[in-house]
């Protein structure tokens, strides 16, 4: 009960981190041509709230999709692991930082001067084993929907905020879904690309897409544009890459 206690409280600590630092990374610049004191803390308040409902509706994704698995999920902070390190110590002989996502994000924001953002500063753990159900271990494809899930509720978000007119909170979920995307480490987009590539160039292409066409058309029509052409692209990166593969290595 304590151990589950000490879990519990070290998610929270680490989702309000998560959250304060996406605060100010969208705050850093309220982008108004003259700024004071007053209207830069209103707006700090005001993304602050924002986040911490954009935060908490991709946790909700995650948690219900796991649920559904029947597997426990801890939402935190994204670190570089220690085999990773060890990794690139022996091809770049450099440590990767363990805050590595963290840091590119204050430097992305500093040097853009909050005009670009860096959201890949979060991730879920899931526990490796489980007894009440057919399969005991957890598998890359119950971690990639899992994964899809968290962009999907995020996608979800971000239609609600554009449809109160929020560019804020627009902007934020955006940021969040192309964070969640990046197919690197222990990211939620590595999730998806581990199971399947040809899968993640699916979703990567759909989101993308729609994330492009849903500022200038309706939700709805963007989203039916974005499949079709997130269906021939993957159609087309199957045949030519991952069966071409497949092709050149029956040849030679």
Not at 58 to 87: C, D, H, P
Not at 99 to 110: C, H, K, P, S
Request: glycine residues 4%; aromatic residues 12%.
């Amino acid at each position: 009960m304590k151990k589950e206690s000490l879990k519990f409280s070290g998610e929270i600590l680490d989702s309000l981190i998560i959250i304060i630092l996406l605060t100010l990374i969208f705050a850093y610049n309220d982008r108004k041509e003259v700024t004071t004191l007053v209207s830069w803390l209103a707006n700090l308040f005001r993304t602050f709230i924002i986040v911490a409902i954009s935060v908490q509706v991709l946790i909700l994704g995650y948690k219900l999709a796991a649920k559904y698995y029947r597997v426990s999920l801890k939402f935190t902070l994204w670190k570089i692991i220690e085999q990773e390190k060890k990794i690139s110590l022996k091809a770049f002989h450099l440590p990767l930082p363990t805050y590595l996502g963290q840091i590119m994000a204050i430097i992305v924001t500093l040097v853009s001067s909050g005009l670009q953002y860096f959201t890949a500063i979060s991730r879920f753990s899931l526990d490796t084993e489980r007894i009440d159900r057919k399969y005991k271990y957890v598998r890359d494809h119950e971690a990639s929907m899992i994964s899809i899930a968290g962009i999907l509720s995020s996608f979800i978000a971000l239609i609600f905020f554009r449809q109160i007119n929020s560019e804020t909170g627009t902007i934020v979920n955006t940021w969040i879904i192309i964070g969640n995307l990046i197919p690197f480490s222990t990211l939620p987009g590595n999730y998806i690309a581990m199971h399947s590539r040809t899968s993640y160039v699916f979703v990567a292409s759909i989101v993308i897409i729609t994330l492009i066409l849903v500022g200038v058309l309706s939700a709805k029509i963007a989203l039916i544009l974005a499949l079709i052409a997130a269906m021939i692209l993957t159609l087309a990166y199957f045949r030519y890459i991952e069966y071409g593969k497949k092709m050149f290595s029956d040849k030679f």
